[in-house]
């Protein structure tokens, strides 16, 4: 279910926050299907704040939102969102694949009891993430980057058709960040829209859409134009080294 | 000396399955007390009954009704507290907390055998438990076992993520509250058996040992179950043989259960650390017979 032309995610005038006063406001956006929307900004400029008001975990403070033609939150089974994780200390030790099946609760409601095709999409978000050799082991026992690993199968797992990461590369080595941009040009072929908050400029390149932030929307539209020196000395205080 | 305290004696065995019934009971709730940092609340919701359950003394009523009705208060209250007044959760705990708690001695001291009534309520009265509070346990452990295997899902997200909970379609305020009631209904039916005081030590103490070796939280609850249940066996008997309190027996042997495990986990994973470093670094003990 998109709406009436086409759109998985459109917003107008939106204004976002944790309280009644507004951190960003007057965002617009309009994203397709397979689409890149790529938030770029400093710590606090508002990038998880309006993550956040997509998955639904904040109302917004002004202004229109709709994901999937309904009000955010309201389709769990078809949004999904990775938050910024802290490194584990749950007081369970959870094993890695409990933790990733988690992801399916949004399909199995209080009663459903999983199928094997549930299994089976748990298994595969294991291997595309390559974390099936850790399946067995308490999540809490491993590395910041294995966790992060871990919570991107778990978000596969939900099988979305709109997923919003927030700093999804954080704590991964090289070969980990060009998993999640395997993974996400992936998604993205199979018509799942991508929301995407990042520190890296280079995670932008492939974006459909790049919204440069600085509690206020500095820059948005295609890389090669939101990412101009002027946007970045804006919002940085310094420019891409050519 | 271990078996026939309970053959000789009716009111012993009665009892063993209401101390049994409660363990359980504490066990499954427990879990969650344990896992989502509810202790907190969990000992403020034990005391907040206390002005219910001693109005309800005076007025010589059901002190089952009147526990509910100051469990209902200090969840209604707490909820107010923490969201009008913009005060983190912890704070309007403990006022609500002291206030229900001194609310409550207050009400008590109006009573003519105000350290005896006060007393039975903080401390109960295990070993005086009839065949109608068996079945009010029994009926409480049901409940909390449906709602907690119902509400699996939402309760383990809680535990884990507050916030994969909502974006997984459940809502975290509800199922919050769903489990504060499981808690409430714990303790509500357990003060005539171990107090209000001591029911705290029964949903703590076994959860917190099931937790240092479960991976899942229906481990947890069978392992404090377990945990519990010895526990109970154990306290009479040392209750029956040394002429102490039962309660109080059986919550100090779990606590030293818990002692008694987590030292083990201690020793088991220095050991097991000090087997990964040998195999990491193996080269410092070779290195010297090559040179």
Redesign the interface.
């Given at each position: 279910m998109i709406d009436a032309a086409g759109f998985t995610i459109k917003a107008e005038q939106l204004a976002v926050g944790y309280t009644k006063f507004p951190i960003v406001s007057k965002i617009s956006l309009d994203m397709k299907p397979g689409e890149l929307l790529v938030l770029i900004g400093t710590n606090g400029s508002g990038k998880s704040t309006i993550l956040k008001t997509l998955a639904g975990l904040l109302k917004p403070v002004d202004g229109n939102l709709e994901i999937l033609g309904a009000a955010p939150g309201s389709l769990p089974k078809r949004v999904a969102y990775l938050p910024q994780h802290p490194v584990s200390t749950h007081t369970l030790p959870l094993r890695v694949r409990d933790v990733i099946a988690m992801g399916r609760f949004a399909h199995l409601g209080l009663f459903k009891r999983p199928s094997s095709r549930d299994n089976q999409i748990v298994d595969n978000s294991m291997h595309l993430t390559g974390i099936e050799s850790q399946a067995n082991e308490p999540i809490r026992d491993l590395s910041g980057g294995q966790q992060q690993r871990t919570h991107l199968a778990q978000v596969l797992t939900r099988q979305a058709e709109v997923l919003l990461l927030d700093e999804p590369t954080a704590g991964l080595d090289i070969n980990g960040r060009k998993l999640v941009a395997d993974l996400i040009a992936s998604e993205r072929a199979r018509g799942v829209t991508v929301v995407m908050a990042t520190h890296e400029l280079h995670d932008a390149e492939s974006a459909n859409t790049v919204m440069l932030l600085a509690q206020r929307v500095v820059s948005i539209g295609r890389p090669e134009v939101a990412l101009r020196d002027e946007f970045l000395r804006e919002c940085f205080g310094f420019t891409q080294p050519h | 000396m271990f078996i026939e305290p309970f053959t000789n004696n009716e009111f012993l065995r009665l009892s063993l399955v209401a101390g049994i019934l409660v363990a359980i009971t504490c066990a499954i709730a427990g879990a969650f007390v344990?896992?989502r940092?509810l202790a907190f609340i969990g000992d403020a919701l034990a005391h907040g009954v206390l002005p219910g359950i001693a109005t309800a003394m005076l007025l010589g009523i059901s002190g089952v009704i009147g526990a509910a009705v100051g469990s209902l208060v200090m969840m209604a209250g707490v909820s107010v507290v923490s969201r009008r007044f913009r005060l983190s959760g912890d704070t309007a705990i403990g006022l609500l907390f002291v206030g229900m708690l001194a609310l409550g001695v207050m009400i008590t001291s109006r009573s003519s055998t105000f350290v005896g009534d006060l007393s039975r309520i903080l401390f109960g009265e295990l070993l005086g438990v009839n065949s109608g509070d068996l079945v009010l346990q029994s009926l409480a452990l049901v409940i909390v076992a449906i709602v907690a295997f119902?509400?699996r899902?939402?309760f383990?997200?809680l535990?884990?993520?507050e916030?994969?909970a909502?974006?997984?379609?459940?809502s975290s305020r509800l199922f919050h509250n769903l489990m504060l009631t499981i808690v409430a209904i714990t303790v509500i039916a357990s003060f005539q058996t171990v107090g209000t005081l001591l029911v705290l030590g029964m949903l703590i103490a076994p959860a917190a040992t099931g937790?240092l070796f479960?991976?899942?939280?229906s481990t947890?609850m069978l392992i404090a179950s377990l945990v519990g249940s010895i526990s109970t066996y154990f306290g009479l008997l040392i209750s029956y043989h040394f002429d102490l309190a039962a309660g109080a027996s059986i919550v100090l042997t779990t606590v030293l259960i818990f002692a008694m495990a987590a030292t083990y986990t201690e020793i088991r994973n220095m050991i097991t650390d000090n087997n990964h470093e040998e195999h990491e670094h193996p080269h410092t003990h070779a290195g010297s017979h090559v040179r």
């Open positions: - | 344990v896992l940092g119902i509400a899902r939402p383990l997200l535990c884990v993520d916030g994969l909502n974006t997984s379609g459940f937790a479960a991976r899942r939280i947890v």
